[in-house]
């Protein structure tokens, strides 16, 4: 048996950049809120969160390391024109949701505290720059990001830090009806089952340029210990931050907004420098995020394009214009927004995801149609709910099981998974 020789410093490496993939600054904004509500099931919830913001996505990537290809890839097996569709749709909602939400977070943590301009104000400055950046494709941002990553680590462990050993569990009413499930639901909106789809490929092809001549399962088992580590940490930067904010719940008024609270923490913990750094840090990693959102579209749009330069800067110019559209909006309103459209593609993203890691005996074409048109279908009053129609489908939740948690589409894709490799393995007469 051939030895595989891989270096410490190989996995370091690799898993934190993995860890710096997935570790959106708008992100920050959702775990302490979730723990602020959740009271004394902030453990519950932050099982629940990281189920969906941390082992999918690292899944995503064990996913690409198996394919070896693009987010085409994840849906082939299905039709080509359905992976065509949804390939456009991913990168739709990417543009559309998660991008400009990086310019609201920006506003409301860094902007509007010191200078009270308006929001519309911020979003045409932020995306103006956006936009030159993405025509330019300047690798400063590259370089910045490497810095700005570690920068909000340090700051966010000093708050988790001082927050645990400073301050009295005093954990407030579980104001959740759900917690595990809401978790669930609340790591839809890291987008980062979508990010390991996206540009997840990214990391798997610097690890094959920089191991040319190692063999595959050399760099399989490179990208799963470097998986293993990244997602170790970011689990525990998700836990530290939801229990911070479990235990802040007698500082703040119930109706605080995500920003305000990460701004408030930070002001309790490291003061008002710590809170200025946070912030600062927190509006350049957003920058860094809406950049690489926007290339990315471009460039996937560019490639159906015969890679026309024209089609990448037509693509960047609307993304960023959506981006001023969306942009002007506070926080919660995109989060809002973002739900039904969440409800709809993260299931499936989820089922591409998982059918992509099993072993290619229990994932035939035949398989991956059943399971991906039965999530589709069973997600569709998920959707519906999440458009505020939840009281005409009562009668039919009752029906599906884990309907009343939006997440009906589990059951029915675990039975069809099963049923369509019983019936594919029957022998045929």
């Known amino acids: 048996m051939m030895e595989l020789k891989i270096s410490t410093k190989e996995t370091l490496v690799t898993a934190f950049a993995l860890f710096s993939l997935f570790f959106g600054a708008g992100n920050l904004i959702l ?8 009271g004394s099931a902030w453990w519950l919830v932050t ?5 969906s913001a941390v ?6 990537i064990l996913a690409h390391a198996k394919l070896q290809g693009t987010i085409f890839d994840f849906g082939k097996k299905v039709s080509s024109s359905f992976s065509l569709a949804y390939s456009f749709l991913i990168y739709a909602i990417s543009v559309s949701l998660p991008s400009p939400r990086t310019a609201s977070v920006t ?3 860094a902007i509007a505290p010191i200078f009270n301009t308006p929001s519309w104000v911020t979003s045409v400055i932020y995306f103006s720059l956006v936009f030159i950046f993405v025509i330019n494709r300047s690798k400063l941002l590259n370089i910045l990001g490497k810095a700005l990553t570690p920068a909000i680590i340090i700051i966010l462990l000093g708050i988790i830090g001082i927050a645990s050993f400073g301050l009295e569990f005093n954990f407030g009413d579980v104001a959740l009806g759900s917690p595990f499930s809401e978790g669930i639901l609340e790591g839809y909106q890291t987008f980062d089952a979508i990010g390991a789809v996206v540009v997840g490929a990214v990391v798997i092809i610097s690890v094959s340029l920089q191991k040319k001549d190692a063999p595959y399962e050399e760099k399989k088992l490179l990208i799963r210990r470097a998986g293993f580590l990244a997602g170790l940490g970011l689990f525990l930067l998700y836990a530290g931050l939801i229990f911070t904010g479990a235990i802040m719940h007698g500082s703040f008024e119930s109706s605080v907004t995500r920003t305000a609270l990460l701004n408030g923490i930070s002001l309790k913990t490291l003061g008002s420098f710590g809170q200025l750094s946070l912030s600062i840090l927190v509006s350049l990693a957003c920058f ?3 950049v690489g959102i926007v290339t990315g579209t471009s460039d996937f749009l560019q490639s159906r394009f015969t890679d026309s330069t024209f089609v990448y800067k037509v693509t960047a110019f609307f993304g960023c214009v959506l981006g001023v559209l969306m942009g002007q909006f506070n926080v919660a309103y995109i989060i809002a927004v973002a739900l039904p459209a969440l409800m709809f593609i993260y299931p499936i993203t989820i089922v591409l995801i998982l059918l992509n890691v099993v ?5 035939s074409p035949i398989v991956f149609r059943a399971v991906v048109i039965t999530t589709i279908l069973f997600s569709i009053p998920d959707f519906l709910g999440s ?3 939840k009281e005409s489908l009562i009668s039919l939740q009752g029906y599906i099981p884990l309907s009343t948690y939006s997440l009906g589409w589990v059951l029915p894709a675990v039975v069809v998974f099963l049923l369509s490799n019983f019936l594919s393995n029957l022998p045929k007469s």
């Open 55 to 60: 082992l999918v996505p690292m899944l995503g």
């Open 47 to 51: 099982i629940g969160f990281c189920v």
């Open 359 to 363: 072993p290619d005996r229990y994932a």
């Open 31 to 38: 775990p302490p809120l979730l723990g602020f509500n959740s």
């Open 387 to 389: 458009l505020g129609l």
């Open 107 to 109: 506003h409301e943590m």
């Open 288 to 290: 860094t995020t809406a």
